[in-house]
Nanobody
Framework: QVHLVESGGGLVQPGGSLRLSCAAS????????MDWYRQTPEKERELVAA???????VYGDSAKGRFTISKDNAKDTVYLQMNSLKPDDTAVYYC???????????????WGQGTQVTVSS
């Protein structure tokens, strides 16, 4: 089992910034990707940014030009720097990890508990 711990969410005014962190721990053999998604009650869960461990990065349309994903492979940690935040960025942000727990296992999907980001005056 892989455990994901998210931190950094909270309340911020429009135009402000937040930095989210996600650390993976547990029975990790190898990680394929560590990504950020977000979800609101009225919208489907959407990709914000994906960090593939070979260095490839994919951003969702909502993140381009404002958000930056980065990694620390030694700590199995990804970060999401969010700038120029808008009220419609308000959502629960989830960390996602695709990983193997042994050399013979399948790739499995793991999700963090989610962290609330609220952008409001």
């Amino acid at each position: 089992q892989v455990h994901l711990v998210e931190s950094g969410g909270g309340l911020v005014q429009p135009g402000g910034s937040l930095r989210l962190s996600c650390a993976a721990s547990g029975s990790i053999f190898v990680i394929k990707s560590m990504d950020w998604y977000r979800q609101t009650p009225e919208k489907e869960r959407e990709l914000v940014a994906a960090m593939i461990m070979d260095g490839n990065i994919v951003y969702g349309d909502s993140a381009k030009g404002r958000f930056t994903i980065s990694k620390d492979n030694a700590k199995d940690t990804v970060y999401l720097q969010m700038n120029s935040l808008k009220p419609d960025d308000t959502a629960v942000y989830y960390c996602y990890c695709s990983a193997k727990t042994s050399s013979l296992s399948d790739w499995n999907d793991y999700w963090g508990q989610g962290t609330q980001v609220t952008v409001s005056s």
